[in-house]
T-cell receptor
Framework: EAGVAQSPRYKIIEKRQSVAFWCNPI?????LYWYQQILGQGPKLLIQ????????DSQLPKDRFSAERLKGVDSTLKIQPAKLEDSAVYLCASSFGTGGYEQYFGPGTRLTVT | AQSVTQPDIHITVSEGASLELRCNYSYGATPYLFWYVQSPGQGLQLLLK??????LVQGIKGFEAEFKRSQSSFNLRKPSVHWSDAAEYFC?????????????FGKGTKLSVKP
C-alpha cells in the first residue's frame, strides 16, 4: 500500500513570498492532518480535515496560512506571506478515522525562509 | 492543559545496552498514548500505542512501553539497543473517541548509540 505522499521535499523562499505544499493521503483515509514541526520540537497540529470539511483549525495562523482539501482526497497548505518563523518541517498525516486510529505520516516538506 | 513531557532531550547508550525513554502526560480525559520514531529526513513511524487493557504494550522493532496511570507515565523500553535504533523518539497523547484525532506530541528524545 502506498504511503502518504508530500511534495516538494525541500523549499527555500525569502520572507514575504508565498509557498504551497501538497499532500496525497493513503487511499481510503478520511482524516487528513497538517502538522508543523519546528527544529527541536515535536509536531504541532495546524489543521485537521474529515473528508473535505475542517474539524480543527484552532492553531492555524489564519492571517497567513490556508489549507484546503478539495474532493476529500488531496490537500494543499499555503503560506502567504511567509515569515522567518515559518521555517519548519510541514508534515502531512492521514488516518482511516479519528478517536485513536493510527496516523500515518508523510516524509514532510522542509521549508527554509530567509 | 493537555501536555506531554519528555524530560530527556538527548540520551546516549552503548549498543547492546538496555534503554528506557521517559514520557509523562497531562490529559483531562482517558487518552490514547503513542510512541513514534523519526529518523533524519523521514516522517514519523508508529512504534506502539496504548488504548486500554494490558498496561504493557508490545511494539515493532523489539520496543515495549508500560502505562502507569498513577504516575501519568508511558515509558518506552528496549532490552538491547541496536545501532539502527539511533533516531528521535516522540511520545504523543490523543483523545479517546470523538471527532478530533489530533495528537499532542512531546519535544522528543534524541537517541545516540555508541558502538
Amino acid at each position: 500500500e502506498a504511503g502518504v505522499a508530500q511534495s516538494p521535499r525541500y523549499k527555500i523562499i525569502e520572507k514575504r513570498q508565498s509557498v504551497a505544499f501538497w499532500c496525497n493521503p493513503i487511499s481510503g483515509h478520511a482524516t487528513l492532518y497538517w502538522y508543523q514541526q519546528i527544529l527541536g520540537q515535536g509536531p504541532k497540529l495546524l489543521i485537521q480535515f474529515q473528508n473535505n470539511g475542517v474539524v480543527d483549525d484552532s492553531q492555524l495562523p489564519k492571517d497567513r496560512f490556508s489549507a484546503e482539501r478539495l474532493k476529500g482526497v488531496d490537500s494543499t497548505l499555503k503560506i502567504q506571506p511567509a515569515k522567518l518563523e515559518d521555517s519548519a518541517v510541514y508534515l502531512c498525516a492521514s488516518s482511516f478515522g479519528t478517536g485513536g486510529y493510527e496516523q500515518y505520516f508523510g516524509p514532510g516538506t522542509r521549508l527554509t525562509v530567509t | 492543559a493537555q501536555s506531554v513531557t519528555q524530560p530527556d532531550i538527548h540520551i546516549t547508550v552503548s549498543e547492546g545496552a538496555s534503554l528506557e525513554l521517559r514520557c509523562n502526560y497531562s490529559y483531562g480525559a482517558t487518552p490514547y498514548l503513542f510512541w513514534y520514531v523519526q529518523s533524519p529526513g523521514q516522517g514519523l513511524q508508529l512504534l506502539l500505542k496504548y488504548f486500554s487493557g494490558d498496561t504493557l504494550v508490545q511494539g515493532i522493532k523489539g520496543f515495549e512501553a508500560e502505562f502507569k496511570r498513577s504516575q501519568s507515565s508511558f515509558n518506552l523500553r528496549k532490552p538491547s539497543v541496536h545501532w539502527s535504533d539511533a533516531a528521535e523518539y516522540f511520545c504523543a497523547v490523543g483523545p479517546y473517541g470523538g471527532s478530533q484525532g489530533n495528537l499532542i506530541f512531546g519535544k522528543g528524545t534524541k537517541l545516540s548509540v555508541k558502538p
